[in-house]
């Protein structure tokens, strides 16, 4: 059997509306999807706006430059998560500062971020990690303090919820992604949401190129074509009319490994539940306990699954051990524990929308069964 990583679940109305664009010739971000999916989506997080955006490290990207924050101010971020959320604060002009995640929920630790705070820190980027939200009210408590903005990535998160409000609804600004492995896919695609009229003028504004009245093709800044098509938003309103099911099945999955792998020694599976959030499983992790096999043993630990069929990602890789931001003399001599141990130690195994039981109980046996080997 081969079980891919993930496999997306397009049997809903995705054909229908796709062929609606080509039927009524709207394939452009003209087409009424696209405004569809950005009022269903803001609702859907209990926000006023919603932007949409070609993917998800635009948006972010979009969204921190909107913000407009004064060249040089600092962003605290967590260390692990991918790069992209490193990359839309430097290319704002910002200055990104990490921080060290929690070892149960893998998501930034509120404790580290206030011991980075700075006179020159002007916002905090929360990004929600493979299922388990960063705990907000905690966060957003910390920023509204000491005057912080918060930036949250809930890429990871469309459906998820942190103390009974919606991730994709805490930040000032908030960034989605439509990739496939996503909750809701648009092939490629992602959203800002916000609730602020100004904010969300400047996001729509900096998506198409900074278009401004009066006169068209007169600009006063620089923008990007960042839009997303009608195609990909018919895409969206299919998967947005499927969430709930979708986040069923997540988590229905996510409890099958959770029974099917209880008890393999070596193996740290997910967190099933904090006091503010039941774990969504966007990815299904495990971690090798310490002790378990070689300083490399996840790479082989990997290769065996890859070898029984079962597909495989390895987590994130730390933002200070990146060696794009080695060589621009960032980071240097820090130290993020947990973010260096999990990313060494830790993978993920096939989630997708579309697997059957039997594809889960295949996966969780020949998890066992390399831990086995491997003990
Ligand atoms: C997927 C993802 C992104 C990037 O989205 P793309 O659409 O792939 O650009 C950003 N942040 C997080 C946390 C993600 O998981």
Redesign the pocket.
Known sequence: MNVSVNEPDLSGNEKRYLAECVDTGWISSEGPFVERLERGMAARCGRAHGVAVC??????DAAVMALGLPKGSEVILPSF??I??AAAVLRAGLVPVLADSLPDTWNMDVASVEAKITPNTRAVMA???YGMPVDMAALCALASARGLLVIE????AIGQTCSNKACGGWGHVS?L???P??HVTTG???MILCDDDALAERCRSLRNLCFAPPRRFVHDALGFNFRMSNLQAAVGMAQLERLDASVSKKRSTGAMYQSLLKGVRGLRLPVERTEYAENIY?VFGLVLEDGFGAEDAAVEFERRLKERGVGTRPFFWPMHEQPVFQKMGMFRGERYPVAEAIARRGFYIPSGLAMTDVQIEYCAEAVRSVAEELA
């Open positions: 993917n998800g490290s635009a948006a972010l998560t991918i992209s959320c990004v929600h990690i990535d809930a890429a990871e960034c992604s439509f990739y492995n996503k490629e695609g992602g966007w």
